[in-house]
């Protein structure tokens, strides 16, 4: 992997992505203000809330990190870098256009899914040709290469289900929203996260780099997984539904192994923010697995949306704050202070980081993770504003850290 200003973006292009996602995380929970815990799996509030966390949030932060990464593992250069400064505005005008469709009036759903079709498909059009031109055949390559296919597919059905929603043309958004959630969620965001572990987590966390043979199962039996809800979507047919979840279930029970292994080969002991913020993610997403299992065997829909959530705000929400703590103070870093190095003294990365603001954001989080998880389980009106009091409160901090370490200055 070459680190070098050759291959990367510059800061100014890609810092939007991540004060973008940083806006629609404080907007997703403050909305959560207007939901309560009796809210069902149709519930236009979780659906207004759920595209504003997962696309305005979620896919914002991962176009901008995978922009930098996809050059520098791939060790060659963007094939069109200057769609990086109109993807982002795209995507959060189309972010907002939805949350607005599904929270107000599904008049704004097709033009908002035109818009992120438009910016997500400029950008995995960018992927796929730069991806194409390097050598390098890794874990991470792979990754990216077939969830850019799978993120092809998840637009095309998302698309269309907007139109359903919106009246627009004849068809029942239910039937397509598994295959919807396994290609975007699965295929796309599951897939990546698999795939950068290989690179960021021993990086970050100073542990041993395994061979990409120990993800291989988790890689293929996910994209065994979105394959077999394509089939099942097309066919109708529910037993390939549920061989699509096992495979699913197999693929991220792998996945939290290899985790485990690589932090277990820790070469030096300390917990920052970082380490902290992905031990909730993992206990989020074991919780998770376990509470979702339960679930869909008894048909207990509120065991499902607990599991949901944990997955969403827990696993998440938690792995992608993490690691910009990590991602932001570099990128700013390597920019400002890296080409200083051999003439005068210069911060440390992690000196970047306001400790204290970070830390009071990764508390608020867990209480209020915490408490709407509760909240879901014993239908409590008062935990439940409780948590997403918290969880506004941890956005504004979150918004705050970003900010503050994009203008550190010396």
């Known amino acids: 992997m070459n680190v070098s200003p050759d291959f990367s973006l510059p800061l100014r292009v890609i810092a939007p992505y991540f004060l973008t996602g940083a806006f629609f995380y ?18 236009m509030r979780l659906l207004a809330w759920t595209h504003a966390y997962m696309v305005g949030f979620v896919m914002s932060v991962i176009v901008g990190a995978m922009g930098q990464l996809c ?57 796929f040709l730069t991806v194409r031109r390097s050598r390098r055949r890794t874990a991470v ?23 359903g929603y919106a009246g627009a043309w004849p068809i029942d958004p239910s039937r397509w929203l598994p295959l919807h959630l396994m290609t975007v969620f699965g295929g796309y965001v599951l897939l990546n996260v698999m795939g950068v572990s290989t690179v960021l987590l021993p990086m970050f966390g100073a542990c041993e780099r395994f061979s990409d043979n120990d993800h291989a199962f988790s890689f293929y039996a996910m994209i065994a997984a979105v394959a077999a809800m394509i089939l099942s979507a097309l066919l109708q047919t529910g037993w390939l539904e549920g061989i699509s979840l096992g495979a699913a279930l197999f693929s991220m029970l792998h996945y939290l192994r290899v985790v485990y292994r690589i932090f277990t080969s820790k070469k030096r002991r300390y917990a920052d923010i970082w380490e ?35 997955l969403m705000a827990g696993f998440i929400g938690f792995l992608i704050t993490g690691h ?7 990128l700013v870093w390597f920019e400002r202070f890296a080409p200083r190095l051999d003439e005068e003294e210069v911060p440390m990365i992690h000196q970047l980081l306001p400790t204290r603001l970070a830390d009071a954001q990764w508390g608020s989080a867990l209480a209020g993770v915490a408490a709407i998880a509760v909240s879901l389980w014993l239908q409590s009106g008062w935990l439940w504003q409780a948590g997403a009091a918290m969880l506004f409160l941890s956005g504004v901090l979150l918004i705050a850290v970003i900010v503050k370490v994009l203008r550190y200055r010396v």
Do not use: N
């Open 324 to 330: 910009l703590y990590k991602i932001v103070p570099f």
């Open 141 to 163: 390559i792979r990754s990216m290469q077939w969830s850019t296919f799978f993120l092809g597919i998840g637009l095309a059905v998302g698309i269309a289900m907007a139109g």
């Open 71 to 127: 050059v520098v593992v791939g060790e060659v250069h963007h094939r069109y870098p200057a769609l990086f400064v109109w993807i982002a505005p795209i995507l959060g005008i189309g972010s907002m256009l939805l949350f607005a469709g599904f929270a107000f009036d599904p008049f704004w759903l097709i033009a908002g899914g035109g818009l992120i079709v438009a910016a997500l498909g400029l950008f995995a059009w960018d992927l």
């Open 276 to 310: 902290r913020s992905l031990t909730v993610a993992f206990i989020a997403l074991v919780g998770c697995v376990g509470i979702g299992i339960y679930g869909y065997v008894t048909g207990d829909e509120k065991s499902v949306l607990t599991a949901f959530w944990l």
């Open 26 to 43: 404080t907007l997703s929970m403050g909305y959560l203000w207007f939901a309560d815990p009796a809210v069902s799996a149709a519930d």
